[in-house]
């Protein structure tokens, strides 16, 4: 018998088609309902409309920031009770055409986590003051936001 290549895995098996990360709004909405694995045990989802976005880290515990000329990458995410859950990587300068000078990383994702989408955060030049992910509304000026659907976590974001 050939082993799976899933065996103990955290993964979803539906695209989320995660959407709303725009205008004057903190909330998120998943277009589609979810089926995912948490260590190879089945769990599901429904579908998410206007959402409230974590506000904290699952990891840290602390809010995700970001201030003029700088972005990340958080990673969205559900547990085991479905609930929503954000993990960030790390804050990574931009130029001054609003690229990044270094590649953000991947959050070291907990396991007690499946991840369905990640999205990128860029502060250009005209952010004022601190944006906070979840709190701030994702039109802030200067901001712009980078969704990407996953059924698993890539090595590294595709930024480009």
């Known amino acids: 018998m050939?082993?799976?290549?899933?065996?103990?895995g955290n993964y979803v098996t539906t695209k989320a088609a995660l959407t709303g990360i725009s205008g004057a709004a903190t909330t998120f909405t998943t277009t589609n309902a979810q089926v995912f694995a948490i260590?190879?045990?089945?769990y599901a989802k429904a579908a998410v409309a206007g959402g409230a976005?974590?506000?904290?880290d699952a990891n840290t515990g602390s809010a995700i920031t970001l201030t003029a000329n700088n972005g990340c990458v958080v990673v969205w995410a559900l547990d085991a009770s479905g609930n929503v859950k954000v993990q960030a990587g790390d804050t990574k300068a931009l130029d001054a055409s609003g690229n990044f000078v270094d590649t953000p990383q991947m959050p070291l994702m907990l396991d007690t986590l499946a991840p369905f989408a990640y999205t990128i955060h860029k502060a250009g030049a005209t952010t004022s003051g601190t944006w906070t992910f979840g709190s701030s509304n994702w039109s802030a000026t200067g901001l712009t936001h980078t969704v990407?659907?996953?059924?698993?976590?890539?090595?590294?974001?595709q930024i480009s």
Do not use: C, E, Y
């Open 2 to 8: 050939q082993a799976s290549s899933f065996f103990g």
């Open 39 to 42: 260590n190879g045990k089945a």
């Open 53 to 56: 976005t974590p506000t904290t």
């Open 148 to 157: 990407v659907d996953v059924l698993t976590l890539p090595s590294r974001p």
